[in-house]
């Protein structure tokens, strides 16, 4: 059974940087790209940052690049996304996702198979 727990979120004043970690079990790690997204409220969940199951290859949406790094350690399962400069417009519920491949194959969620429950990150200005 895949699990993704997500941690690290919070409340931050704008300015202020984050570390999000996404634990994962169930299944081989490395074999997989994995993903983050958030979900503002009110509107639809988007693509914030994508890694590749070696690591080696990122893609980042317009709205994080620049400010935030995606990354992995695969002997600890563990994904995190460091964002740094937070902006309010970051406020969002923050959640990983696993592919289906190693690759990075899709920025969209219907790209991604398990889902982890989310971590609220919330940037007061």
């Known amino acids: 059974q895949v699990q993704l727990v997500e941690s690290g979120g919070g409340l931050v004043q704008a300015g202020d940087s984050l570390r999000l970690s996404c634990a994962a079990s169930?299944?081989?790690?490395?074999?997989?790209?994995m993903g983050w997204f958030r979900q503002a409220p009110g509107k639809e969940r988007e693509f914030v940052a994508a890694?590749?199951?070696?690591?080696?290859?990122?893609v980042y949406s317009d709205s994080v690049k620049g400010r935030g790094i995606i990354s992995r350690d695969n002997v600890k399962n563990t994904m995190y996304l460091q964002m740094n400069s937070l902006k309010s417009e970051d406020t969002a519920i923050y959640y990983c996702?696993?592919?289906?491949?190693?690759?990075?194959?899709?920025?969209?969620?219907?790209?991604?198979?398990?889902w982890g429950q989310g971590t609220q990150v919330t940037v007061s200005s």
């Open positions: 996702a696993t592919g289906s491949t190693g690759l990075i194959v899709s920025t969209r969620t219907a790209g991604y198979d398990y």
């Open positions: 169930g299944r081989t790690f490395s074999r997989y790209a």
């Open positions: 890694i590749s199951g070696s690591g080696h290859n990122t």
